[in-house]
């Protein structure tokens, strides 16, 4: 199976980083935002209680929304640059 | 997004003076600019439960707050008479007392200026993916949240 083709390529920030062990992760493909919160909950518990939103594709994601291979997936807790 | 390539607008570490300087000096031949308006941003030394503040530690997702900024342009050009506009960020280590945001606008006259620059720095701090770390040198730090 080719990795880059059927995987969503994960990248965290700030808290999120740090909880998930890493800043890049592949991550396998699942059908949309929701499932994909409700799996990375059910492997880091203590996502469940972090502020984050999700962005695909560098837009974030309002409600819920598919997820294509090889999309570029986001985890962006409260930014706080300035 | 439109076609244009996003700007670099990040630092590795403080932004200094000098570089705030020559950027002001960088302006003296636009000669139909009457006002320029500056933020700066610069780390506080706060305390927390007896600690303080030593040093923020800047990430970013780079290229989705490259994106963002050039957003943040567009809308502010199109919003207001601007000359010209200019914002960099610090990423990495940025010590108290030293610089990590530097926003700077030019228009001919000074309301334009004033009033694209609040703007342009407030929507810097809600939607551009950037987190700092707020570091002790004693101990773990704690990440910071814009208010």
């Known amino acids: 199976m080719k990795e880059k083709d059927t995987d969503i390529q994960l990248v965290a920030f700030g808290m999120i980083a740090e909880l998930l ?48 291979p090889g999309a570029q997936v986001a985890l962006l807790p409260p930014y706080s640059g300035g | 997004m439109s076609g244009k390539k996003a700007k670099n607008i990040f630092v590795e570490g403080p932004i200094s003076a000098g570089f705030i300087g020559e950027s002001i000096a960088k302006h003296q031949s636009k000669t139909d600019i009457g006002a320029h308006a500056i933020f700066l941003g610069q780390v506080r030394a706060d305390e927390q439960g007896g ?18 900024v050039h957003g943040i342009r567009e809308e502010a050009f ?18 108290a007392g030293e610089i990590s945001l530097f926003v700077f606008v030019s228009s001919p006259h000074r309301d334009a200026a004033f009033t694209a620059l609040r703007e342009i720095v407030e929507m810097i701090k809600a939607d551009v993916p950037i987190w700092g770390k707020e570091m002790f040198d004693e101990s773990e730090g704690t990440w910071k949240v814009n208010q």
Not at chain 1, 25 to 34: A, F, H, I, M, V
Not at chain 1, 44 to 58: G, I, Q, R, S, T
Not at chain 2, 88 to 94: C, I, K, P, Q, R
């Open chain 1, 21 to 68: 062990g890493g800043q890049e992760k592949q991550w396998p493909l699942t059908r949309d935002t929701d499932q994909l919160k409700a799996e990375l909950i059910a492997a880091f518990p203590e996502l469940k209680d972090l502020p984050f939103v999700v962005a695909v594709n560098m837009e974030v994601v309002q409600n819920n929304q598919p997820i294509a």
């Open chain 2, 51 to 68: 600690r303080t503040v030593s040093h923020i530690d800047y990430t970013a997702y780079e290229e989705m707050a490259m994106q963002k």
């Open chain 2, 78 to 95: 199109a919003a207001h008479p601007l000359t010209c506009m200019h914002i960099y960020h610090s990423l990495g280590t940025v010590r």
